[in-house]
């Protein structure tokens, strides 16, 4: 495909195309919550093959599959009536949301969607748009809608830009809400565990069943329960590096230097901008929330990282968040992306 992909408003019109192009196989890119989808319906192994290309995403790593409510849910699972009720306490309190659920899949649920595993990982999602389109095709495989290792998108035109020449259609649903992927609940063995932290925390998740969920543990090398889980991904081009409250713990003649080509990200405006104001190095500085507060920064740390990597810096320093609620899921992604530098 030559032209770059159309970004689509989403009216009803750009719903039944997106529709059509996908029961006719085609991978399209859509709207959630969390980060931009790549979407192939569910049963159509020619387009599922279709994402992993697109995306050039090893072939182990297992996809999400994503659905309109629980009894669609249930049609993809294999699990006893005990399993069943928590997965449903958990969706009245979460659902639809940004928190995917990992499960014993039926037989018919494609060995490519969980990398032959025989557990598939499931979500609900809220995004109004996203759920229209699902009411009509059915459940849609949809991973992040970026090239693999890349910075997840959160606007449409962050898919465009970094793969709107392999695609046909983008659906534009705005910003995402969220702005870091789903919550990922293993419910499949006899402990609980957090696969992935995102939006909804393990003390969120424990509170209302009752029950211990083991927190997220940073990556274990090679961890057979968390395929596809990385220690290096979401990396943008420029070289990232992390600090915790001031960009001089990695670069100590930042302010002073006035050739130093380094973007620093910092969490609040409120506490930065003083400081940038006094010393005159408006240029080189940004920040992801007003005053720190911790969804603003998760919405905006993908988009400004994307931001950033265009601007021609050396380096990009980010400031981390403390590990409380979706602090915990941004600290996750910018140690990631920060790892291969
Ligand atoms: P993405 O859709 O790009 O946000 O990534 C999906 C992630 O979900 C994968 O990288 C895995 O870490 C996780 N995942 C998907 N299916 C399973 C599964 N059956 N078991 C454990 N983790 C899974
Ligand atoms: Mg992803």
Same mark, same amino acid.
């Given at each position: ?66 659905? %309109? ?16 009720? #928590? ?6 309190? +979460?659902?639809?949301?940004? %928190? ?29 748009? +996203?759920? =229209? ?14 090239? +693999? ?10 898919? #465009? ?29 006899? #402990? +609980?565990?957090? %696969? ?15 029950? =211990? ?16 889980? %990385? ?104 140690? #990631? ?5």
């Amino acid at each position: 495909m030559s032209e770059l992909a159309e970004i689509l408003e989403p009216t009803e019109d750009s719903i039944v195309k997106i529709v059509a192009a996908l029961s006719l196989g085609d991978v399209v890119a859509l709207p959630t919550e969390t980060v931009y989808g790549l979407a192939a319906i569910v049963g159509d192994g020619t387009a599922l093959r279709k994402i992993f290309e697109v995306k050039a995403r090893p072939l182990l790593d297992p996809l999400i599959v994503h659905v %309109l409510n629980l009894p669609s849910l249930r049609d993809l699972v294999d699990v006893d009536e005990k399993c069943f009720d #928590r997965v449903r306490l958990l969706a009245d309190a +979460f659902c639809p949301g940004p %928190l995917t659920f990992v499960l014993k899949k039926k037989k018919s649920v494609p060995d490519i969607i969980s990398a032959g595993k025989k557990t598939v990982a499931i979500r609900m999602p809220s995004h109004p748009i +996203f759920r =229209e389109v699902l009411r009509r095709s059915g459940p849609l495989a949809a991973p992040s809608a970026n090239p +693999f290792g890349y910075v997840s998108p959160t606007r449409a035109e962050h898919v #465009r830009t970094s793969m709107g020449d392999k695609i046909s259609h983008i659906l534009d649903g705005g910003p995402c809400e969220v702005g870091v992927e789903s919550t990922i609940l293993d419910l499949s063995g006899k #402990r +609980f565990s957090i %696969l992935r932290p995102g939006a909804i925390t393990a003390e969120m998740i424990g509170n209302v069943l009752g029950e =211990e969920v083991e927190p997220y543990r940073p990556f274990v090398a090679a961890d057979p329960s968390a395929p596809g889980m %990385l220690k290096q991904h979401y990396s943008p081009h420029t070289k990232l590096r992390l600090f915790q409250k001031s960009v001089k713990e990695i670069i100590p003649d930042f302010w002073e230097n006035s050739t130093q080509n380094s973007a620093a990200i910092y969490l609040s405006r409120k506490e930065m901008e003083p400081q940038r104001m006094a010393i005159g190095k408006e240029k080189h500085i940004f920040w992801l929330s007003e005053d720190g507060n911790l969804n603003e920064i998760a919405r905006n740390m993908f988009a400004l990282l994307r931001q950033l990597d265009t601007m021609q810096f050396d380096s990009i320093c980010c400031q981390v968040p403390k590990k409380d609620g979706i602090g915990i899921a941004v600290g996750d992604r910018l140690s #990631r992306a920060a790892a291969k530098f």
